[in-house]
Structure formats: C-alpha cells, structure tokens
C-alpha cells in the first residue's frame, strides 16, 4: 500500500483565530516535524493507569501461586488496554487537527480508560468483566464517532474507508458483550475470537484506502509509551523494595534484586532506542506487523514490573511460591522482551552473524539465570548489560572497520 500524497498542513493558526470545530481531513504523511502533542502524551499516561493496575493484579495472582490464571487475566485486561492505545494513536497519526470536539472525544477516551482500570480487581479476582467492557465500550464508541466525522469530511475511497472502519470497530463492540453474557468456561475462547476479528478491522477498511499515517510520528509515540511503561515498571519495583526495607529491614537482602532489576531495566530502554526505526514504517504491511507485535513489548516490560515485586514479595516470605518460580516471574518476560524488540527492531540493522545472535542469545542466557534461584535477578540483570555492552562493541567495531576502509580507499 503506497503513502498518502496529501500535502502537510498549512502552519497553524493562533487559537483565537481558528473555529472550535473544523472538517477532520487527512494529514500529509510526509508532514515536516511531526512530533507528539501534548494531548497524546497525556493520553498515555491516563493509559498506564490501567496498565499498573493489570501489573498489580498478575503480582497477586503470582504471589498466591495462581501463575497461569493470572497470566491469562493479564493478558486480556492488557490486549483491552493496548488496543485501544493503538487505535487512537494511529489515527491521530492521520486525522489529528486538534480542534475543540477532537480534544473533547479524546477526553471521553481517557475517561473510558479509567473507568476499565477500576474494573481490572475485579476481572483477576472475581471474573467479573462488567466494569472492564464498560470502559473499553466508551473508548471504542467514542472511536467510532472520529470515524464518522472523518467520513463526513471525505468522499470517494477515503469516505469508503472511514465507515469501514466505523462499522467494524462499532461490530465487534457488539461481539465484546459474549464476556458477559456467556458462561465463564467459554469466555476465553471468545476473547480469542474476538482479538483476531478486531485485528482483522484495520486491514478490511484500509483494503480500499490506506490512512496517511506519520512513520516518524508513529515511532515516536510507540517509543514514548515504552518509556512510560519503564518507568511505572521502575516505580512499582521501587515502592515493593521500600515496604520491605521500612517494614522488614531487609536491604541486604533486597539488594541483589535491586541491582539485577535496575540492570534490567536500564538494558531494555538502552536496546529499544539503540537505532531509529520510523524510516522501516514505509507501508501499511510492515507498520501493522510492527505495530502489532508491541502488544508483546508493551506487555512484557510491565510483566517485568510485576515480576521484581513478586520476587520482593518471595524474598520477604510474603509470597507462596519457590525461589524458582520468584526468578523466573522475572527472567521470563525479559527474555520475551529482547526476542520481541529483536524481531521487530534490531535484525533490521544487525550486519553479520554475530551481531544477530547478540539478542537471541542473551534471552537464552536470562532464561538460564531462572536456575540460580536467589541469585536469578541479578544474574539476569548482569546478562542483560552484558549483551549491551556486547552489541555496542560489535558495532563500534564494524564502524571503525569502515572508516578505516574508506580512509584507505582515496589513498589507494
């Protein structure tokens, strides 16, 4: 599918000389300076609300050593989240023009998000979807409104578009209300069902026009959550490592696990941002696989989280699971974390065998560290640093081996 021709918009206005409400028309892809507003970033942090509640139910479910329930909770509490983050930002990507009724729907859209958020105990705790289907109904009708105004302000194949995408998005909001109504030993296998028909929407509607979405501008708000995703996971750890030096006392005990989660932690952010990935974003294929395989990135560096409290809460006594499983709660989201951001980032600017096994191979290697037990975390932590501190020096390598051919080259 080929890139929106339409032209960048003129230079904005000042707001007291621009209509409160104005046709929501198509932004050009080749836009100069795209970068996030300051409505998007609040947006995602209105979203991470919900993401740290999902993350402190999985460490309750973990703790209370019901891993595989509480994974499967997580996972659709999170693909509720994830994919209504992602609707919103690839759309504001195409359709963004700040007016009044915009910033309005788009405030309903965080409210929608908080209210799912409150419903996430009780969706782990009691299988009880009511509040979190209420929530994501609001975010998602309040999506479909956007595409009618949008089909209201084009014709032809981009009108054709926008109803596409308004009717399949406002189908599957139907289909959503089987979490409720159909019996509890059923509803995962319609939650699967359902995932795969709402993934399915943006490829029927862009079937007959493709949104002029920003690749720079997209990989820009993917890398912001990232960051905010990080950061919740470092602030969850820490409050867990304070309770237990305030209530138990136990620094020395808790230091391995600090050290190996700040380790891990640094590594993830340092390996997401090592090269730039919006020039990879160059048609509607390669976007949506990219954009989909995030659901992963994002799910697992908040599992991270989640995984560091669970060992806090091992370490202390709290929790009643092994050592064995403590570690792995962290082990085995980092290692999903590196393969995925390898697949969807790093192969496509590793040169050589060697730099292409860097990541693979410290995922391994983190998996390995699940045995050490105790010492799991901060040996993990080590590993993820090391494969940093490898991938860099291959690569300054290599960089120094080109500059040295191409010093030789005039001379020659």
Not at 99 to 119: E, H, M
Not at 342 to 361: C, D, N
Request: hydrophobic share 50%; proline share 4%; glycine share 8%.
């Amino acid at each position: 599918m080929t890139s929106s021709s339409n032209p960048a918009p003129d230079s904005p206005r000042p707001p007291g000389h621009r209509r409160p409400v104005r046709p929501l028309s198509a932004r050009g892809r080749g836009e100069a300076h795209r970068a996030a507003t300051p409505l998007e970033l609040f947006f995602d942090l209105c979203f991470v609300v919900a993401i740290a509640q999902a993350g402190v139910q999985l460490v309750h479910a973990i703790a209370e050593g019901h891993a595989g329930e509480g994974i499967l909770n997580y996972a659709m509490v999170f693909f509720a989240i994830w994919w209504a983050w992602m609707n919103f930002t690839w759309f504001a990507s195409a359709y963004d023009n700040d007016d009044v009724l915009y910033r309005l729907v788009t405030l309903v859209q965080i409210s929608g998000v908080l209210v799912l958020a409150a419903g996430v105990s009780r969706a782990f705790q009691h299988h009880d979807y009511a509040a979190v289907l209420v929530g994501y109904l609001i975010m998602r009708l309040a999506l479909v409104g956007q595409w009618l105004r949008v089909a209201r302000s084009s014709s032809g194949p981009e009108r054709a578009m926008a109803l596409r995408y308004a009717g399949g998005v406002l189908l599957c909001q139907i289909g959503w209300v089987g979490l409720v109504v159909l019996p509890e030993e059923a509803r995962s296998w319609w939650f699967l069902a359902m995932a795969v028909l709402e993934l399915c929407v943006p490829a029927y509607a862009e079937r007959v026009h493709p949104t002029s979405w920003h690749p720079h501008h997209i990989a820009e708000r993917y890398g912001l959550l990232t960051i905010i995703v990080l950061g919740e996971t470092i602030a969850a750890a820490t409050v867990a490592v304070k309770t237990g030096i305030d209530e138990n006392d136990a620094l020395g005990e808790l230091l391995p696990i600090t050290t190996g989660g700040l380790l891990i932690i640094f590594s993830a952010w340092w390996i997401y941002f090592v090269v730039p990935i919006h020039w990879h974003l160059r048609s509607n294929q390669r976007a949506f696989l990219w954009g989909y395989g995030h659901y992963v990135v994002f799910a697992s560096a908040a599992a991270i989280g989640a995984g560091l409290e669970v060992a806090v809460e091992q370490t202390l006594h709290k929790a009643h699971i092994s050592t064995l499983a403590a570690s792995a709660a962290v082990t085995l989201p980092t290692a999903l974390y590196l393969l995925t951001v390898w697949v969807l980032h790093s192969r496509y600017f590793k040169v050589g065998i060697a730099q292409q096994l860097v990541l693979p191979t410290t995922a391994l290697l983190v998996i390995c560290c699940t045995f050490l037990h105790d010492w799991g975390v901060f040996a993990a932590g080590l590993v993820s640093a090391a494969g940093v501190a490898v991938g860099e020096t291959l690569t300054a390598r290599r960089a120094a081996r080109q500059r040295a051919t191409a010093t030789r080259e005039p001379a020659a």
